[in-house]
Nanobody
Framework: QVQLVESGGGLVQAGGSLTLSCAAS????????MGWYRQAPGKQRELVADITRGGITNYADSVKGRFTISRDNAKNAVFLQMNSLKPDDTAVYYC??????????????WGQGTQVTVSS
């Protein structure tokens, strides 16, 4: 069984930065897309950003220009650099991986989530 372990969440003031990290417990041979979802209280889970094995990225409109996703294929890891954070970014952030080129089509594994809280 593959586990995705997230780290890097926390409390930050508006305008601040955080970096989320996610690493798989073992190599996932079939993985293509890796990325991050988030879910705020009372809202649906939404895709924040994903990245293909080849490095093609996709971002939600609400985070374009502020967030940067990257991955290390050798370490089965994905990262999310979050700058210029806003209170609306407050949510539980989940790491996910999938065998298709985008997580919108399929998610095979999920992390347990890490809380990000942005104070105004």
């Amino acid at each position: 069984q593959v586990q995705l372990v997230e780290s890097g969440g926390g409390l930050v003031q508006a305008g601040g930065s955080l970096t989320l990290s996610c690493a798989a417990s073992r190599t996932i041979v079939s993985v293509n897309a890796m990325g991050w979802y988030r879910q705020a209280p009372g809202k649906q889970r939404e895709l924040v950003a994903d990245i293909t094995r080849g490095g093609i990225t996709n971002y939600a409109d609400s985070v374009k220009g502020r967030f940067t996703i990257s991955r290390d294929n050798a370490k089965n890891a994905v990262f999310l650099q979050m700058n210029s954070l806003k209170p609306d970014d407050t949510a539980v952030y989940y790491c996910a991986v999938g065998s298709f080129r985008t997580l919108r089509l399929r998610q095979d594994y999920w992390g347990q989530g890490t809380q990000v809280t942005v104070s105004s």
